[in-house]
């Protein structure tokens, strides 16, 4: 019996969220033939899977978005609030902005797409179990690309690079002798440039000019 428990413990215990049935039974026969994977249970809805997730946790909940009743991102919550140590992965046709970012806030530690091969999803569950977060490339793009974008929202208009540059150094506490050493100008040029500054941006000093910045 001690040899049969370990064993169990070894292997990556899973419980499927998925209202459509054939791709349901997809899923449960590419885990129940997997090496290193038990499948634990699989729902049609979220409030079935809730209950028993509860009483009896698996590593990692696969979650559709859709579902009829509460949905899958709703339940993801649910799942971390009562069980914060399960995973939970999004399996999903589902790929707007809407539904990626609300997933990953309410705790999604994976999303990827129900495009993505019997292989892929099994290599994105060990890569979720030993602490990655798996995503298909088309949500990883799109994650990527909107933290540059914040990026570039980060940039004042009106700005030049430079001006930008100096306006970011300054708003992290440097004076205009350090900004000058880190950025290789002298301190007359760092000057300039923050006249520059306060004037395109309408203010008077660097205090009102790192809130602008800051906003």
């Known amino acids: 019996m001690p040899y049969i428990e370990n064993q169990l413990k070894a292997?990556?215990?899973?419980?499927?969220?998925?209202?459509?049935?054939?791709?349901?039974?997809?899923?449960?026969l590419l885990i129940n033939n997997a090496d290193g994977f038990v499948l634990?249970?699989?729902?049609?809805?979220?409030?079935?899977?809730?209950?028993h997730i509860i009483?009896?946790?698996p590593?990692?909940?696969?979650?559709?978005?859709?579902?009829?009743?509460?949905n899958g991102i709703d339940l993801i919550a649910d799942i971390k609030l009562k069980t914060p140590e399960v995973l939970c992965m999004i399996c999903s046709f589902y790929d707007d902005d809407e539904f990626v970012f609300k997933a990953l806030k309410n705790?999604?530690?994976?999303?990827?797409?129900?495009?993505?091969?019997?292989?892929?999803?099994?290599?994105?569950?060990?890569e979720l179990h030993e602490g990655g977060a798996p995503m298909s490339p088309f949500i990883a793009r799109k994650v990527i690309g909107t933290f540059q974008q914040k990026e570039e929202k980060q940039k004042l208009a009106g700005l030049t690079e430079r001006e930008n540059e100096i306006l970011e150094l300054i708003s992290t506490g440097l004076i205009v002798k350090e900004v000058s050493a880190k950025l290789f100008l002298s301190a007359h040029t760092v000057t300039?440039?923050?006249?520059?500054?306060?004037?395109?941006?309408h203010v008077n000093n660097r205090i009102e000019a790192i809130n602008r910045f800051n906003k």
């Open 11 to 28: 292997l990556i215990t899973i419980s499927v969220i998925e209202d459509d049935k054939n791709y349901r039974e997809g899923l449960e």
């Open 40 to 51: 634990l249970n699989s729902y049609s809805t979220a409030e079935k899977a809730l209950e």
């Open 55 to 57: 009483t009896n946790q």
């Open 59 to 70: 590593h990692i909940a696969i979650v559709d978005i859709k579902l009829p009743g509460k």
């Open 107 to 126: 705790g999604a530690c994976g999303y990827i797409l129900k495009d993505a091969m019997p292989q892929e999803i099994l290599e994105s569950l060990k």
């Open 192 to 201: 300039k440039h923050l006249k520059n500054i306060y004037n395109k941006l």
